[in-house]
């Protein structure tokens, strides 16, 4: 039987540091407020954009938010990211993604200021991590760190593969591995033999957007599987990119979906925030 990783729970315990860091901070006359842009009204956008929210107000910060239409020009959304970065007040900017086809994500996301970057997308972050400096790391990667550490789950000298490249969740992955002195592999969709790479891993962490991919022929015995998918089965239930009842058998700790990766993204946003007080004071 595999251990659950309870992602709620770990979170929860972030959260909880995190209220208390903030309370310190207020003390000493220190507020953090971070700026919520949401173009259009996708629904799933929506539940993360209001859970984001949720989570400030659970900690003690202050969240401020920008509904925009769909139909809004890019430099309308540019015009309102430069008052923002101006604004000695706001400490944190988060552009929910995806944006409408006609805006151009790379220049949003170029045109928040590095300092209040709190998703850690910027290229600016993204070299830091890259070089090992300082800067704001992507959440999604940056909690699945946290769950292994709170899990009490080595990651120095193990084999770890991820299933996935993109920008925010492979590759800033694959570095935070490397950082923790892991041996890391990044496997895509135009991976030859994948079955066999992904079976070299002690820890597997798949972000691949398909529901139930993963089975057992992908996992070695005693395997920690991480799955950051987030999709919908037949029957309209949340489901991971794992098969979670065929694969959890064979491995020694696995998360679920929900109640996983997902609350850690979220913690370490918040965490972000808090974070923007020392490297803003800089
Ligand atoms: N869309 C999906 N994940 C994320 C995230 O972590 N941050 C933002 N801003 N948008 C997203």
Redesign the pocket.
């Known amino acids: 039987m595999a251990v659950i990783i309870d992602g709620k729970k770990i979170s929860l315990q972030i959260k909880d540091e995190l209220k208390e860091k903030v309370e310190e901070l207020k003390k000493k006359g220190i507020m953090i407020t971070l700026a919520v842009i949401q173009v259009g009204d996708d629904p799933a ?1 929506g539940v ?1 954009v209001r859970n ?1 929210k949720k989570g400030c107000e659970y900690i003690g910060i202050r969240s401020l938010s920008y509904e925009l239409s769909g139909g809004i020009s890019q430099q309308e959304l540019l015009d309102l990211i430069k008052e923002l970065n101006d604004k000695k007040e706001v400490n944190g900017i ?5 944006l409408p086809a006609h805006i151009d994500e790379d220049a949003v996301i170029k045109s928040i200021d590095p300092a209040k970057d709190v ?1 850690g ?1 910027h290229p600016q972050n993204v070299g830091a991590l890259c070089i090992g400096q300082p800067g704001f790391v ?3 990667p940056a909690g699945i760190i946290q769950l292994l550490k709170r899990s009490g789950i080595q990651i120095e000298g193990k084999e770890c593969v991820v299933l996935g490249r993109s920008n ?2 492979g590759k800033p992955m694959s570095l935070l591995l490397l950082k923790e002195n892991a041996t890391v592999t990044i496997a895509h969709s135009r991976t030859k033999n994948l079955k066999e790479v992904t079976r070299r891993a002690d820890i597997l962490i798949v972000a691949v957007g398909k529901r139930k991919m993963i089975t057992k022929e992908y996992i070695k015995e005693g395997a920690v599987v991480i799955d950051v998918g987030i999709n919908r089965d037949e029957n309209n239930k949340l489901c991971g990119d794992v098969d979670f009842g065929n694969v959890e058998p064979l491995c020694s700790a696995i998360t679920p979906v929900p109640g996983g990766v997902g609350p850690m ?1 979220i913690a370490m ?1 918040l965490h972000n925030c808090v974070e923007t007080v020392g490297l803003q004071s800089l």
């Open positions: 956008s993360y984001k988060l552009v929910q993604l995806p998703d997308f992507s959440c999604t925010i969740v993204t946003l």
